[in-house]
């Protein structure tokens, strides 16, 4: 990590959890944040969707909402880049202050809300990153994430209007119905309503981007029900969806939590997300058969949490809380952690790891 970015670190802590972000990103807007990349190990390497990603640690929606900076994430050593989630019209969120850092307990507490640009803004910059040759190297895959509008009176025709505005300009698509901070949101994931959604919008996906149609993933919550569980297995199976993001944050507070904040109303996430979200992870592997590709995200802060998402069936991987505490040394740290253990355990590739714990 260069000087700079060390000495800011604590700085960044003095100040609310949402000014340091938005610190954060004008500081990497601007260049100023940056790490020594590493060259990239061979063995961390995998192929998913047709398409070659460097490195299986990927960044987690929320970080850069607006596309403002994927490439400079990129460029931080993440093997892939999600920015939104997007509404369709732009929104300001709830009121602040929204987000809580829980320090003792290494996590964080938003209810932000869906604050975004907006599709028309977030898409005109995934096109200008386009055209300016930002995916013209192959290796830098940026996804979209899409959600609806908080007043939105047809919630289907919202996430159409995300997949008819992305498709043509995203490696990949996550429909995020699984944010606790939207009233209604997570009730999506029923299989009536979620099988419907998934139906139309695949037929969108269609229509924006024939030929070239990017991977449709689902973001799920980690408080499912065991019936809603077993039918997002189903519908993981059936839908001709390509894969699953496991998970959002919780709405649970596991009993042991430390910070003072707490009991503020949101999703929290984090290290006390870890064991939650991996489990879950591990249960859809096996529900499906390892025939849907997974991404595990939820309380990754080293080699070793990365690596058991893997083992627990998670062919990518991707982190947020972890970032915002250890800074981004962490990107190289994980990797170079992760390869030492897939070496350790004899594995030839990454992909003979996934699912191998199970
Ligand atoms: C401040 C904040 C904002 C987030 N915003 C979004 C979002 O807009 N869309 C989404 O799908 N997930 C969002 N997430 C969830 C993360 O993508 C991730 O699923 C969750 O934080 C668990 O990973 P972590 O423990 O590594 O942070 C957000 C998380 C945080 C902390």
């Known amino acids: 990590m260069s000087v700079l970015a060390r000495a800011a670190l604590p700085c960044l802590r003095l100040l609310p959890a949402e000014a340091a972000h938005d610190l954060t990103l004008r500081a990497l807007a601007l260049g100023l944040v940056r790490v020594r990349a590493a060259p990239p190990d061979p063995i961390l390497r995998t192929r998913l969707w047709g398409r070659d990603f460097p490195n299986p640690i990927g960044l987690a929606a929320g970080f850069d909402k607006n596309a403002l900076v994927p490439d400079a994430m990129l460029r931080l050593g993440f ?64 996804g979209a994430n899409i959600g609806k509008n908080r007043d939105a009176p047809d919630a289907v025709a919202d996430y159409e209007a995300g997949v008819t505005a992305f498709a043509p300009l995203a490696d990949y698509l996550v429909v995020n119905i699984s944010s606790p901070n939207t009233p209604g949101l997570r009730e999506l994931q029923r299989r009536r309503e979620v099988t419907a959604l998934i139906e139309r919008l695949l037929a969108a996906r269609r229509a924006a ?6 991977p449709l993933l689902v973001k799920i ?75 595990g995200v939820g309380g990754i802060a080293s080699g070793a949490d990365a690596y058991a998402k893997i083992r627990a069936g998670a062919s990518l991987v991707q982190l947020y809380t972890g970032l915002a505490y ?32 199970g």
């Open 79 to 142: 093997g892939f880049v999600e920015i939104g989630s997007v509404t369709p019209l732009p929104q300001a969120g709830n009121p602040k202050p929204r987000i809580f850092r829980l320090a003792e307990d290494a996590a964080v507490i938003n209810r932000l809300g869906f604050n975004n640009d907006g599709l028309a803004i977030v898409a005109a910059r995934l096109a200008a990153r386009r055209r300016h040759g930002g995916a013209a190297d192959r290796s830098g895959i940026v």
């Open 209 to 214: 981007s024939p030929g070239r149609e990017p």
């Open 221 to 295: 919550a980690p408080d499912l029900s065991e019936e809603e569980r077993g039918d997002l297995a189903d519908v993981a199976l059936t839908s001709g969806i390509d894969g699953l993001i496991v998970s959002n944050t919780t709405v649970t507070r596991p009993p042991d939590l430390r910070g003072g904040h707490a009991h503020e109303p949101g999703g929290l996430s984090g290290k006390p997300l870890f064991a939650l979200s991996t489990a879950l992870l591990a249960e859809m592997y096996r529900r499906t058969q390892g025939r849907v590709p997974l991404i």
């Open 326 to 357: 250890q800074g981004p040394g962490l990107i190289a740290r994980i990797k170079h952690e992760l390869a030492a253990l897939l070496r350790r355990d004899r594995f030839a590739s990454l992909a003979e790891a996934v699912g191998s714990g």
